[in-house]
Nanobody, 121 residues
């Protein structure tokens, strides 16, 4: 059993900051690419930021320069630092990861349950 649990979502004023965390737990041998996605009602889930096992990062154009993704492999944690938040950043944010559960198993993709971020005055 593998679980991804997000935390850190909150109500914040425009221009504020939040740090989201994602904790992976369970039977995990290796974690490969991880990412943060977000979704608003009636819209498709979109990639916000991704980080490879080697540390390469990529960002949606809408968050470049404001958001930073990082990971702590030893702790099985992924973070999303969000600065200069805008009302259009309001969404449910989901953690995603490619995980191998054992040396002989394949790599599967997992999602967390999501955490709500609301940017409003």
């Amino acid at each position: 059993q593998v679980q991804l649990v997000e935390s850190g979502g909150d109500l914040v004023q425009p221009g504020g900051s939040l740090r989201l965390s994602c904790a992976a737990s369970g039977s995990i041998f290796s974690i490969y690419a991880t990412g943060w996605y977000r979704q608003t009602p009636g819209k498709l889930r979109e990639l916000v930021a991704g980080i490879s096992s080697g540390g390469s990062t990529n960002y949606a154009d809408s968050v470049k320069g404001r958001f930073t993704i990082s990971r702590d492999t030893a702790k099985k944690m992924v973070y999303l630092q969000m600065n200069s938040l805008k009302p259009e950043d309001t969404a449910v944010y989901y953690c995603n990861a490619d995980i191998r559960r054992s040396p002989l198993s394949g790599v599967n993709n997992y999602w967390g349950q999501g955490t709500q971020v609301t940017v409003s005055s």
